[in-house]
């Protein structure tokens, strides 16, 4: 492939940070956020007014947003964003950060997803999440994504024959890159039997097809190459991104992402194909958009996504290495966090800085968002390709 005119030239993204998580937290989304700004300031050797950006990603830190962060740490920024976008945040930030430091706007940006989860948050912000998804579902005594996935994974198993035990095979192999992953909410193996038999959520989903709202925070900072390098920060390169709402709005139900429409400029843009491509983070939300997500992504032809997954191993010392901390299904869910997820552990990967088992050799990461939904689908879709540095065109 011919790389495309437009790139990000010598801006890099740095310093992966993690706050660990935690089930349940009496501390406001702010603590979170602050310990992984803190976070980001030890690990690249900065003091805080050298940070100059900006982009904040929760659900849960009204009454403020971003700006008002600022005054609670205490920063002067010249460029912000507040991207409370769900698991398309960590994608947007990256890619909205690169273009701030490429023109000028800002020279170090912290980019920072956070929530916290309080015994009554979730059910706090089911009410003001999405109108269309309450107005579908209250009516009826039900509430929550896990309906929505519901409908939209009993849908692609009748449209493609997708199995459940092809759903189990994901989550297994998921929870077995968690076991190396110190952060991961999930500590014990899953057998294929405890997936089959685990207790009913929403017709067809169970137990493991769910991801465990907590609290936490990821982070990492964008600069030039030349920052990076005069902090002694590994680094890595960002190829290519991409973002798409509200695609194919004339689909009766989802069965495809935006990806799917942007996905030859993401590739072309890297330089590379999708067989290129060493590891692979999916929004894993539910099992069923992670085939959607492989589908859209070239991996293989829509509907094709039940039969891939039987080939492959999906472990990181295995075939098609896939969400290699163990995903959000094993990791959990951190709110707006959980959008940074799959971007972090893509960055650990290809500098060197692995938490979870390395993919060895890896030289390309492809770490797609997915995120809110209404009741049938869901509207933003996003995805970065990274590369290790001294790696791609």
């Not at 894993?284 to 191993?313: N, T, W």
Request: charged residues 20%; proline residues 5%.
């Amino acid at each position: 492939m011919t790389r495309a005119a437009a790139d990000y030239g010598d801006v890099v993204v740095a310093a992966p940070v993690t706050v660990p998580y935690v089930r349940h937290s009496i501390r406001s989304a702010h603590h979170f956020v602050a310990r992984a700004l803190a976070g980001l300031l030890r690990r690249a050797g900065l003091a805080k007014s050298e940070i100059d950006g900006l982009s904040l990603a929760s659900f849960t830190l009204a009454p403020d947003t971003a700006i008002g962060l600022t005054q609670h740490l205490g920063i002067t920024t010249r460029w912000l964003d507040f991207l409370p976008l769900g698991g398309a945040s960590g994608v947007v930030a990256l890619r909205r950060a690169l273009r701030a430091v490429q023109s000028g706007d800002a020279e170090v940006v912290a980019c920072i997803g956070a929530d916290t989860n309080h015994v009554d948050s979730f059910r706090q912000s089911l009410g003001s999440f999405s109108v269309f998804a309450r107005d579908a579902v209250f009516p009826y005594g039900s509430g929550g994504p896990n309906a929505s996935f519901a409908f939209l994974t009993s849908h692609y198993m009748q449209s493609f024959g997708a199995r459940r035990e092809d759903f189990a095979k994901l989550c297994v192999a998921q929870r077995q890159n968690a076991l190396h992953y110190p952060h991961a909410m999930f500590k014990k193996p899953l057998s294929l039997e405890e997936y089959l038999n685990a207790r009913p959520i929403a017709e067809p989903l169970r137990l493991f097809d769910c991801v465990m709202p907590c609290a936490g925070a990821e982070g990492f900072l964008v600069m030039s190459r030349g920052r990076a390098e005069a902090l002694g920060l590994p680094y890595a390169r960002v190829l290519s991104t991409m973002e798409r709402h509200n695609a194919f709005a004339e689909d009766p139900i989802q069965l495809r992402g935006g990806w799917s429409l942007d996905r030859d400029r993401l590739y072309g843009s890297a330089g590379i194909a999708p067989e290129d491509v060493d590891l692979v983070q999916t929004y894993d939300d539910y099992p069923v958009m992670s085939m959607i997500q492989l589908e859209d992504l070239g991996f293989c032809a829509k509907g094709e996504a039940p039969e891939f997954v039987r080939r492959h191993s999906f472990t990181t010392d295995g075939s098609f290495p896939l969400n290699t901390c163990g995903g959000q299904l094993s990791a959990g869910q951190a709110g707006c966090a959980a959008g940074f997820l799959g971007l972090v552990e893509s960055i650990r990967q290809l500098t060197d800085g692995n938490l979870a088992r390395p993919v060895e050799g890896a030289r390309f990461a492809l770490a797609v968002g997915f995120g809110m939904i209404t009741y049938d689908r869901g509207l933003c879709s996003a995805a970065a390709i990274l590369a290790r540095a001294g790696d791609g065109a």
